[in-house]
C-alpha cells in the first residue's frame, strides 16, 4: 500500500494537480486525494499546500520528490531485471546515464544509433546521479555507463574511455542584469554564490579551475534541475557544459570560460572482469557513434 501511495504522490508532484493525475492513474480525484492525505499521516509531515487556483510541494515534498524518485527507479529497474531472467542474457544491455546529460544531443540519438546497429538486442535504460551511476557499475547492477566524471581514473575494475571533452561555461538566468551584456568579465561575479553538483571539482587538495572563478562562495546542490532552477531564479551562476540537460536553453545565457582545463569529458565505463562479447561490441558501437 505505501508502495502504491508514493506512486500516487510522484504523480501529483510531477503534474501539480490532483484532477490530472487521477486521471493519469485510471483513479477518481477523490481516491487520488484520500491516497496523499493517508500518506500525509503515515509520514507525519505536509507533501503539498493547496488552494482553490493551484497545487504547491512543501519543502518535505520536494525532499521526498527527489528520494522517492530514486527509489521508484531502483524498483523498476528491479523488476525489469526479474522479468528478464527467464530470456537470454547474451540479449540484453543494461546502461546507466547520468540523468543530467541532455536527452536531444545524447541520450536519444545514441539510443537510435544502438538500436539500428542492434536490432535484436534489448537495452535496459537506468537515468540516475553520477555517484549513484557509478555505484551501479561498480556493483555490476549495470554493464556499461554513459556519464560525466572527473574521479572516473580512481574507480575500482572499471575501465574507461573518453568519448569527447566538452568546455565549461558561466550560466546565468537569461533575465540576470549581468546576462544582458555580450561579453562577460569574470570580475563581475564576485558578489554571486557558484552552483555545483556535488564532486564537481570542489574541496580538492590540488589547484583546480574553479578555484580560479570569481564568486562570493560555492553551494552545491544534489541535482541539475535544482541548479537551472536558482538560475532561473536569479540567485547565482553555474558553470556547465551544454550537454547538460536545459543548460542551452533560450533561458538561460553563456559565456566562455578563459581556462583551458575547464573542460568535461563525457565517458564510457565499463568493468574489467566482464569478458562479454556482446557488450564489448555495444561498447565500442558507442565510442563510434562519438568519435566518428
Known sequence: MLYQRINYFLEVANCLSFSEAAKHKYVSQQTMSWQISCLEKELGVKLFVRSTRSVNLTNAGIILRDEFTKINDDIDMAISHVKTLDKDDSAIVSIGFFDGLSGTKIIKPLLNYLMQEFPNVKFDIFMSDMSTVRNYLVDGRID??????????????????????????????????????????????????????????????????????????????????????????????????????GANSAEYKTYPLPFEDARADLLCADRKDLDNQLINEVKHAIIKFFQS
Request: aromatic fraction near 8%; glycine fraction near 2%; proline fraction near 6%.
Open 144 to 245: 556499461i555507463s554513459i556519464t560525466t566524471a572527473d574521479d572516473w581514473a580512481q574507480w575500482p575494475n572499471i575501465t574507461s574511455t573518453i568519448l569527447k571533452s566538452y568546455q565549461f561555461e558561466v550560466i546565468l538566468g537569461a533575465n540576470h542584469p549581468l546576462a544582458q551584456q555580450d561579453q562577460l568579465d569574470l570580475n563581475q561575479l564576485h558578489n554571486l554564490s557558484m552552483f555545483a553538483l556535488p564532486h564537481a571539482g570542489i574541496n580538492r587538495k590540488a589547484p583546480h579551475w574553479q578555484d580560479f572563478v570569481p564568486r562570493k562562495d560555492i553551494i552545491t546542490l544534489p541535482t541539475l534541475n535544482n541548479i537551472l532552477m536558482n538560475l532561473l531564479c536569479l540567485r547565482g551562476f553555474a558553470c556547465l557544459i551544454n550537454i547538460f540537460e
